[in-house]
């Protein structure tokens, strides 16, 4: 998994769109196992996943969108941040912990700010998805070294 956090127009979602396609050019080419994993991929915005949720009826299970999400084989998570309610971005970072699947998150806040507002436990199903230390943070925030 990775987290790639930076001010508007740094290149997140280009360099998200660009490891994206690489994995769907990748399926395409070498079938297989890469192909069963390029069709599984799915890009969300945090944002839409929170209204599929709210838009859903009570009742009816889980929106198709978060189900979507939770089960994909790799998940592009845009906007990370920009939601209200945080319940259904952590219900899916929660489930896609647990499954070990790998998400690719992208987000206008620092970290600092995303863990204020998600909180150390949903931040570290994030982080940990697939295995303790298999994340990586990209903080275009940082200064250089």
Same mark, same amino acid.
């Given at each position: 998994?990775?987290?790639?956090?930076?001010?508007?127009?740094?290149?997140?979602?280009?360099? #998200? #769109?660009?490891?994206?396609?690489?994995?769907?050019?990748?399926?395409?080419?070498?079938?297989?196992?890469?192909? @069963?994993?390029?069709?599984?991929?799915?890009?969300?915005?945090?944002?839409?996943?929170? +209204?599929?949720?709210?838009?859903?009826?009570?009742?009816?299970?889980?929106?198709?969108?978060? @189900?979507?999400?939770?089960?994909?084989?790799?998940?592009? +998570?845009?906007?990370?941040?920009?939601?209200?309610?945080?319940?259904?971005?952590?219900?899916?970072?929660?489930?896609?912990?647990?499954?070990?699947?790998?998400? +690719?998150?992208?987000?206008? +806040?620092?970290?600092?700010?995303?863990?204020?507002?998600?909180? #150390?436990?949903?931040?570290?199903?994030?982080?940990?998805?697939?295995?303790?230390?298999? #994340?990586?943070?990209?903080?275009?925030?940082?200064?250089?070294?």
């Amino acid at each position: 998994s990775a987290l790639v956090m930076g001010a508007t127009g740094v290149g997140k979602s280009t360099a #998200a #769109a660009l490891v994206y396609r690489q994995c769907l050019a990748r399926g395409v080419h070498l079938g297989g196992e890469a192909w @069963e994993f390029a069709q599984g991929l799915r890009w969300f915005d945090a944002t839409e996943l929170e +209204l599929a949720r709210n838009e859903h009826p009570r009742g009816r299970g889980e929106a198709p969108e978060l @189900e979507q999400a939770i089960y994909a084989t790799g998940l592009v +998570l845009n906007d990370l941040g920009r939601d209200r309610d945080q319940s259904a971005i952590a219900h899916v970072l929660v489930n896609r912990h647990d499954l070990g699947r790998p998400t +690719l998150a992208l987000s206008g +806040l620092s970290l600092e700010q995303l863990g204020a507002r998600y909180g #150390a436990p949903m931040m570290r199903h994030l982080l940990q998805a697939g295995g303790p230390d298999r #994340a990586t943070v990209l903080d275009t925030f940082a200064p250089a070294k």
